[in-house]
């Protein structure tokens, strides 16, 4: 196993350092000085299916922060690192906007046959699509083939390209909405035909503030999906406008919110926001979906007990049709001290968080802030 780290496009002097699956360091390498090339660490030996490692951190305070890419791979002769600028540029002038004339995409260079794909690529007008045909992954029969689309912004949050996937006969695939947010979109088709043609679909958000700009593209066949877990689902209506629960969150983590709102048959535009509330009733994250759309934020919660509100809102402020919304989550890290272990103890709750409801007047005897303002 190779780990290449590339941190040439900044100013940041990195240190890489890699664990076995035991904790032990089995290298690490360093430049005090920023932009000298691509750091290597290569592994003659590793563990079947076993997890290792990989830290990166600043090897000089003067030189501390900075972006970088982190690439492994199992073959030694796969190329190096490869940055977003030296991806050719692929310049279609309406070419490909739609599935009749999709561009297909080869498998990127350093990757097994239809494993990943990447295109780098921008959308010339207001009016422009790209449409894309890949092949996936081959697997045995009893084996699962998880497809993951990412496209994201290269200059600006404010551009927001998103993505839909199509199946070989043209029909929308049920792919679920992983990202949306920050100039990124992520969606993942948890079940894909093994060694069939697809088709995705990149075009600016309606609700983006940019409609031109330089975009990339990233298709990824694996075998493990990303399981969110529902934490809530419930239906805001014009007499029950708000809904509350409270989230305990038993260690301090990286959380990743998913909140959807059901689409509405009202022609009233209206939408979900839910904020946030730490234990003073201070703000602690913010989240709007319109009718919908499904919308995403990561934020770190310290352990302690949070309160979720649910407000449904109207852009005329007049009457709240009928309008579902459903949470979901996924914790992003791992506890980050060591855990006590009590033998005596009983089984802990190993669970990283656990929302539970309470009664109206639990909720109406607490001071929160006032909630944000929302986008329409």
């Known amino acids: 196993m190779t780990i290449r780290l590339d941190a040439g496009q900044g100013l940041l002097a990195p240190k890489l350092t890699v664990y076995a699956p035991d904790g032990t360091v089995v290298g690490t390498v360093q430049s005090v000085r920023p932009q000298t090339g ?21 090897a000089n305070p003067g030189f501390g922060i900075g972006a970088y890419q982190v690439k492994v791979v199992f073959d030694p002769d796969a190329p190096d690192v490869v940055a977003n600028g030296t991806l050719a540029k692929i310049d279609d002038n309406h070419t490909d906007d739609t599935i009749k004339d999709a561009g297909v995409l080869p498998t990127a260079d350093g990757y097994s046959a239809n494993s990943h794909y990447s295109a780098f690529a921008s959308f010339r007008d207001t009016t422009d699509t790209d449409v894309y045909q890949i092949r996936s992954a081959k697997v045995g029969n009893n084996q699962k083939s998880v497809m993951t689309v990412n496209v994201r912004s290269l200059k600006s949050p404010d551009l927001g390209p998103t993505v839909q996937v199509y199946d070989k006969f043209g029909a929308p695939a049920d792919a679920q909405i992983l990202v949306h947010g920050g100039g990124s979109y992520t969606v993942q088709l ?28 990233d298709v990824d066949f694996r075998a493990v999906a990303v399981n969110l877990q529902t934490v809530t689902s419930n239906t805001l209506t014009d007499t029950a406008k708000s809904g509350f629960g409270t989230l305990t969150a038993n260690y301090s983590q990286m959380i990743h919110l998913v909140l959807s709102a059901a689409p509405s048959t009202s022609t009233v535009q209206s939408g979900v926001r839910l904020t946030v509330y730490d234990g003073q009733g201070h703000v602690a994250s913010t989240l709007f979906a319109q009718a919908g759309q499904t919308i995403t934020v990561d934020t770190y919660l310290l352990a302690g007990v949070y309160t979720l509100r649910f407000d449904g809102l109207t852009r005329s402020r007049g009457p709240l049709p009928d309008l579902a919304y459903t949470l979901q989550a996924v914790t992003l890290t791992d506890p980050i001290s060591p855990q006590p272990a009590d033998p005596n103890a009983p089984p802990a709750d190993d669970s990283s968080y656990v929302y539970t409801t309470y009664g109206d007047s639990y909720y109406a005897a607490k001071v929160f802030d006032l909630a944000k303002d929302v986008v329409w």
């Open 38 to 58: 691509v750091l290597t660490i290569s592994l003659s030996s590793v563990q079947s299916r076993a997890f290792y490692y990989i830290q990166v951190q600043s």
């Open 190 to 217: 948890d079940d894909a035909d093994s060694n069939a043609d697809y088709y995705v679909k990149v075009a600016s958000d309606d609700e983006s503030v940019l409609k031109v700009g330089d975009y990339q593209l």
